[in-house]
């Protein structure tokens, strides 16, 4: 709660996954939300998908003024995805996970923030199209109760 006559203002912050989009779309769709970092949330940013690894992905946001951090303690290591029977399974063992290795939160939140004071907000970015189905719904859960002016949107 903020303190009386101290103004509740929110952070925008944007999820968004690369799953079924190719990379100019993927771009576009940063740059007409305004976004200006995006937060690569995978462990490892390598990708199969053309254009998803970091080198080509941080040229092409750079290309369009957008700042690329890759904060690979964020990502939900390859143990549990690769062993997991269930997306749910998969999705218990990040909470668990991030329970144990919390300071990627912090910081997440530490760019999520500066970027709001820049007026252009933070994304998380991460392969899965469904936020539900992937660890930026936890990640975002997580820092929704850090920060509770926080507000996120899924591109």
């Not at 690569?40 to 290309?63: I, N, P």
């Not at 029977?85 to 668990?96: M, Q, V």
């Not at 996970?97 to 939160?105: A, E, K």
Request: hydrophobic share 35%.
């Amino acid at each position: 709660m903020p303190a009386i006559g101290v103004p509740f203002v929110t952070m925008r912050v944007y999820t968004l996954g690369y799953q079924q989009i190719n990379l100019d779309d993927y771009v576009d769709a940063l740059v007409e939300a305004g976004v200006g970092i995006v937060l690569d949330v995978r462990q490892t940013a390598w990708s199969y998908k053309e254009g998803f690894s970091k080198s080509r992905l941080q040229a092409a946001l750079k290309s369009v003024s957008i700042d690329y951090v890759h904060i690979p303690s964020a990502g939900n290591p390859s143990s549990n995805r690769r062993t997991a029977k269930s997306t749910a399974e998969c999705l218990r063992r990040y909470r668990t996970y991030l329970r144990h290795n919390s300071d990627c939160v912090d910081e997440l939140l530490s760019h999520i923030k500066k970027a709001a004071k820049s007026g252009r907000p933070a994304c998380l970015t991460c392969y899965e199209k469904k936020p539900s189905d992937c660890h930026r719904s936890i990640l975002i859960e997580a820092l929704e109760i850090v920060e509770p002016r926080l507000r996120p949107a899924h591109l």
